[in-house]
């Protein structure tokens, strides 16, 4: 399995990126897909997760500013982040786990349930 994230950058408060996670070298009957951060000092934590029936759940801080989709056509994930905050600075990774039912892991923002991660993308947020 490989991930491959990509559309970090440095903007603005208020400012929008877009960052992508191609996928390869897996097929899973069921999936969760996520993005999530890691700022210098802190803990690794779940920003936006997706499964593959399309259910998805978001950590508080970001609800109604980032969007996260899968394409299944191009096995890519995304997440749209808009009014990005300095606050949002951090390493962004996407990360997969494959499972025979969505329900076993939908909905869980917690790193340890992933098994496969990606070598992650910085944003940077200014003031």
């Known amino acids: 399995v490989h991930l491959a994230e990509s559309g970090g950058g440095s903007v603005q408060s208020g400012g929008s990126l877009r960052l992508s996670c191609a996928a390869s070298g897996y097929t899973y009957t069921g999936w969760c897909m996520g993005w999530f951060r890691q700022a210098p000092g802190k803990e690794r934590e779940g920003v936006a997760v997706i499964d593959s029936n399309g259910s998805t759940k978001y950590t508080h801080s970001v609800k109604g500013r980032f969007t996260i989709s899968h394409d299944n056509a191009k096995n890519t994930l995304y997440l749209q982040m808009n009014e990005l905050k300095p606050e949002d600075t951090a390493m962004y990774y996407c990360?997969?786990?494959?499972?025979?039912?969505?329900?076993?892991?939908?909905?869980?923002?917690?790193?340890?349930?992933?098994?496969?991660w990606g070598q992650g993308t910085q944003v940077t947020v200014s003031s």
């Open positions: 990360a997969v786990v494959g499972v025979p039912l969505a329900r076993y892991c939908s909905g869980s923002l917690d790193p340890p349930t992933y098994n496969r």
